[in-house]
């Protein structure tokens, strides 16, 4: 690369930050934990700052993908391939839980106490919807409304929309699909600057859980938590690890050291949302293309849930035992199945895997929902295994769909991540690829050369 055209990547820094602030954060809930609790609105803070960039970026996102592809079908291809793929992954992510859960029975031997019931009770959420009314609810009440509303899938309902008829529209949509991606970097560039409150985000979020668990707490949990942490990581290994070797011919391992940045993200914040934009970005520079990228990660989000499956699949079964009314197999079937699609309904749902779990015992095992309330002090420790975890089969699921599909350069790939083609941290985005609109673009960036690879840097 020329010497003139590489800038100092300062970035490192903020992650440096970021390790320094948890630590901060860990430090002030265990000595001052009623101060530590009133910091909670810095994370709150944080990752609202990030949600208010995810409907720009998934609705800039999926109509560059759409509308600079000339053939529907091959659009509708990819979200029927990931669809069909998020089903059985979340089956057999039930399946795993259930197997461990009925190994350990980690809720033996817990008493249950009135105040206890009472935070079981205060869990059931309205927010999440039967099957019907969540379907429903995909569609906006008005096209801006998608954008205001945080509904991650109405948006994406407005962008392929918005993408097909681009595409049907031809060249006559090409000034359209300029402006698309000139807003598109700016939303990234806005991205970027919000990026830099993380370590305050951090600090705040990390300092208020721990304050509020305390260590007493975790202590008489802690055969749940390690138990789910543990399946978790099996399932991110074992599981997605040798679905990646064999389809993709890729080592996990490497794909996660490329993400590094957006895991320590959300175990800062227990939040998988607050990488989603950033997983767009480099899921593309990665060599997926747009369309598959576009489509596969938002839809993700709501449906290709491992993590939540997984943690459902144990807290209900810890609950059972602890409450002294443990399910057979017969019955836990029907029950996880009842979660599986009462999950779909609570996409979105801030703290969305313990509000489903409370809401789907309430509508098909009541007499459990008071055992809700064992699991509520640990939750947000476990909310970061469940965000880990969703995040990291998203990634891998994306990888996945872009090979089924031929929608993926081997040959990109295996440069990023080998570290010859460093993501732009500055910017987001990959100018320059030709990809993100049609050839004739009024900001064409400037020539680049090629390494003894002949890959363009």
């Not at 000339?70 to 979340?90: D, P, Q």
């Not at 309902?157 to 918005?162: E, F, S, T």
């Not at 950033?278 to 849930?305: D, Q």
């Not at 029950?335 to 609570?346: H, Q, R």
Request: overall charge negative.
């Amino acid at each position: 690369m020329a010497g003139g055209a590489v800038r100092r990547d300062r970035t490192h820094y903020l992650y440096i930050a970021v390790i320094i602030a948890v630590a901060l954060g860990i430090t002030v809930g265990l000595v001052a934990p009623e101060f530590a609790v009133e910091l909670k609105p810095l994370g709150t803070g944080f990752v609202n700052l990030i949600k208010m960039m995810i409907s720009p970026i998934i609705f800039c996102t999926i109509v560059l993908g759409i509308g600079s592809v000339r053939k529907a079908a091959k659009v509708g291809a990819v979200g029927g391939i990931a669809l069909g793929y998020f089903m059985v992954m979340s089956m057999v992510a039930l399946a795993i839980g259930l197997v461990v859960g009925n190994i350990l029975h980690p809720g033996d031997g817990l008493a249950l106490t009135d105040a206890v019931k009472e935070a079981g009770q205060g869990q059931v959420s309205a927010e999440a919807k039967p099957p019907v009314e969540f379907v429903l609810g995909i569609i906006p009440t008005t096209m801006v409304s998608a954008f205001t509303s945080g509904e991650v899938l109405q948006t994406l309902l407005v962008a392929l929309l918005a993408g097909f008829a681009l595409q049907a529209m031809g060249p006559v949509g090409e000034p359209v699909l300029r402006g698309v991606e000139h807003i598109q970097r700016l939303v990234f560039r806005i991205l970027a600057m919000v990026m830099w409150a993380a370590p305050i985000g951090a600090f705040g979020a990390i300092a208020a859980v721990t304050g509020s668990a305390g260590l007493d707490a975790l202590k008489s949990l802690a055969v749940l938590m390690l138990g789910f942490y543990v399946t978790c990581f099996l399932f991110v290994v074992i599981v997605l690890g040798t679905l990646l070797r064999l389809v993709a011919g890729l080592n996990i391992l490497t794909l996660f050291k490329y993400l590094g940045r957006e895991f320590l993200l959300i175990l800062s914040t227990s939040s998988s949302e607050s990488a989603l934009p950033r997983l767009i970005a480099k899921m593309e520079h990665l060599g997926v293309s747009k369309p598959v990228v576009g489509i596969t990660v938002p839809t993700g989000y709501s449906f290709n849930l491992d993590g939540t499956m997984i943690y459902m699949t144990m807290a209900s079964l810890f609950i059972a035992d602890a409450m002294g009314n443990p399910m057979s197999v017969g019955e836990q079937i029907p029950l996880l199945l009842f979660l599986f699609v009462a999950s779909k309904g609570a996409a979105g749902v801030s703290g969305a895997g313990l509000a489903t779990l409370a809401g789907g015992l309430q509508s098909h095992r009541p007499e459990l929902v008071d055992g809700v309330g064992l699991i509520v002090g640990i939750d947000r420790f476990m909310s970061e295994a469940r965000a880990l975890t969703n995040f990291a089969g998203n990634a891998v699921a994306t990888v996945l769909i872009g090979t089924w599909t031929k929608e993926i350069d081997r040959a990109r790939v295996d440069e990023v991540l080998a570290g010859r083609l460093p993501f732009d941290e500055r910017t987001l985005l990959d100018d320059g690829r030709g990809d993100a609109a049609p050839e004739a673009d009024v900001d064409l960036p400037e020539p680049r050369e090629e390494n003894e690879a002949g890959v363009k840097v």
